[in-house]
């Protein structure tokens, strides 16, 4: 199971630490992404970190602002947000997958397993 915390209400050019909690003893053998949907918008994919760590992918509209990082120890995913913009309003959900971090991106359809998500909130 995955657990997402660490959403709330920020105001514009604020900063949010999103938490992914997993359990069980496998965490490490899943690459861990982060997605986000904004109302009435699909679903998009915003980072996602290979199962070492050593590895990241963002979308081009979170390059700079936004860090993936994980500690297998604790089985813990993170997404710290950085220079919030009402545009990234959203509920944001973290996921995991079997696939290879090997390209850019990957897809939603490729992800096994979901979190239910944590409101991000950014005031103007």
């Known amino acids: 199971q995955l657990q997402a915390s660490g959403g709330g209400l920020v105001q514009a050019g604020g900063s949010l630490r999103l938490l992914c909690a997993a359990s069980?003893?496998?965490?490490?053998?899943?690459?861990m992404g982060w997605f986000r949907q904004a109302p009435g918008k699909e679903r998009e994919p915003v980072a996602v970190?290979?199962?070492?760590?050593?590895?990241?992918r963002y979308a081009d509209s979170v390059k700079g602002r936004f860090t993936i990082s994980r500690d297998n120890a604790k089985n813990t995913v993170y997404l710290q947000t950085n220079s919030l913009t009402p545009e990234d309003t959203a509920l944001y959900y973290c996921?995991?997958?079997?696939?290879?971090?090997?390209?850019?991106?990957?897809?939603?359809?490729?992800?096994?397993?979901w979190g239910q998500g944590t409101q991000v909130t950014v005031s103007s």
């Open positions: 970190i290979s199962r070492s760590g050593v590895s990241t």
């Open positions: 069980g003893r496998t965490f490490s053998r899943y690459v």
């Open positions: 996921a995991a997958t079997t696939e290879t971090l090997a390209g850019g991106l990957i897809a939603e359809a490729k992800y096994d397993y």
